[in-house]
């Protein structure tokens, strides 16, 4: 089940049993009660904070995840997906055995997974001047596609996306507060109750990753198609990135410190608040090259720029249309994080290619009786597509894709998710010239 570049689970069967048993040890999560309560607190928003969410576009939530027993476990996948990797690029010459072993000796067993990770990873690209972060990504890079392209699609990053109570509850309070469901404010606790004859089928949108930012001072000097690199990340929105077809989707970014907290030194985002009411439509990206797109300068408020430090087990929930972008890492070590991204299961993606599933509740068999619910038949179509799905199936959905992308006669699909740029290379917009 393993291939070439550290690939995790390229095979249809089953991972091994092995590679899915989490340590019993360090990362177990012991959770405190101040943490329970906390957690408890944040499971659906309150009116407050989803007034501030509608008024500023963009939202810190603390406490909705355990670290130990949350993000732990996905470093714990990493390592072992940069272990293979390793052994891979001995094999295939990248790197010599000397050189794997001086990588291997930039941690030891007392270090946790972030630091084993961040270490030996940093290592790698300072030998190779390659980032590497497809082989620790979850969804397929923007261009053309190899067959045996790297995917990580381990079973704490699915459980993640797919199970945890807390973060879908949150995510659920801010779709239907946007979908004009009936509410009811509790004014002793301050939380909101929706009262729905049916909850809104909460979908993962599969434009979604892991985001790599290794510091400045190690590269990378070859950096991937759309990847992160060490310097700042353009101003953008998160609509921008998907094809048009989704410019009414309700999508909802949810931004998660993986492995540290992060801040103004080591690549924290900063966004412009209240950008997504000053800007009703997705505005024109211009192409940078490899992928990369950022909004015009003259349309960014810099006098109201905010930065957003955040500790490590809080999440960021991001409006479609706000004006965001990354500071670089000016540090000494990685920046890991997560993009996830939610929204109702009968509006389009913006990657009708890539598979989405949907999360939380188990609709899978659930009929619809409250009568006519779809605007149209096309929402009925994208309803019918969401269904939840086990991790293997989840896995399968994306190898499956990657077979299709790949072959010589799908080639040109990719071009259809680039929407500012024409067929010929060039910027769609007057601003971009």
């Known amino acids: 089940c393993f291939s070439s570049l550290g690939q995790v689970f390229s095979c249809r069967e089953a991972p091994p049993n092995k590679f899915l ?3 019993n040890n360090n990362t177990k999560a012991t959770l405190s009660s101040t943490f329970l309560q906390a957690r408890e607190r944040a499971m659906r928003l309150s ?14 939530v603390e406490n909705v995840l355990d670290p130990a027993r949350d993000l732990d476990p996905i470093l714990q996948e990493m390592n072992q997906v940069l272990d293979l990797l390793l052994d891979d690029l001995v094999a295939n010459g990248t790197i010599t055995k000397e050189q794997q072993d001086a990588i291997q000796s930039q ?4 270090e946790n997974e972030h630091w084993r990770f961040d270490h030996r990873l940093c290592e790698l690209i300072r ?19 190899d ?55 909460l979908y993962s949108n599969p434009v979604q990753h892991i985001r790599l930012k290794p510091p400045a001072s190690v590269g990378p000097v070859k950096a991937e198609r759309g990847s992160v690199k060490a ?29 540290s907290d992060v801040d103004e030194f080591n690549g924290c985002l900063q966004v412009v608040p209240k950008s997504h009411q000053e800007f ?94 779809h605007q149209d038949q096309k929402e009925q179509e994208l309803e019918e597509r969401a269904v939840s799905v086990s991790h293997e199936e989840w896995q399968r959905l994306w190898y499956e894709a990657r077979r ?16 500012w740029h024409t067929h010929d290379g060039m910027a769609t917009h007057d601003m971009c010239a």
């Open 231 to 259: 310097d700042a990340t353009p101003w953008h929105q998160d609509s921008g990135v998907l094809t048009s077809d989704a410019d009414e989707t309700q999508v909802w970014t949810v931004w998660i410190p993986l492995g």
């Open 404 to 419: 299709i992308l790949s072959a010589p006669e799908n080639q040109e699909i990719w071009k259809d998710f680039d929407r």
């Open 107 to 110: 941690t030891n067993s007392t």
């Open 280 to 373: 009703q439509t997705v505005v024109p990206h211009c192409p940078l090259g490899a992928g990369i797109l950022s909004i015009p300068d003259t349309l960014i408020d810099k006098a109201h720029v905010q930065p957003v430090p955040m500790k490590r087990g809080s999440i960021l929930i991001l409006h479609r249309r706000l004006f965001h972008a990354s500071v670089p890492n000016l540090t000494d070590h990685l920046r890991s994080s997560l993009d996830l991204r939610y929204q109702p299961a009968h509006q389009p993606t913006g990657r009708s290619y890539f598979p989405g599933m949907v999360v939380g509740h188990d609709y899978k068999n659930e009929k619809d009786t409250a009568g006519a619910v």
């Open 47 to 60: 009116t407050q904070q989803l007034s501030e969410l509608e008024e500023q576009g963009f939202l810190v």
């Open 147 to 201: 067959p045996d392209a790297p995917l990580y699609l381990g079973r704490a990053i699915f459980e993640l996306i797919a199970h945890h109570q807390e973060l879908l509850e949150c995510v659920q309070s801010v779709v239907e507060h946007e979908s004009g469901e009936e509410e009811t404010n509790n004014d002793d606790d301050d939380t909101t109750t929706c009262q729905h004859k049916k909850p809104i089928r």
């Open 21 to 23: 048993k989490r340590k």
């Open 127 to 145: 030998m190779t001047g390659n980032s590497f972060s497809q082989n620790f990504d979850f969804s397929l890079p923007k261009g053309l596609i």
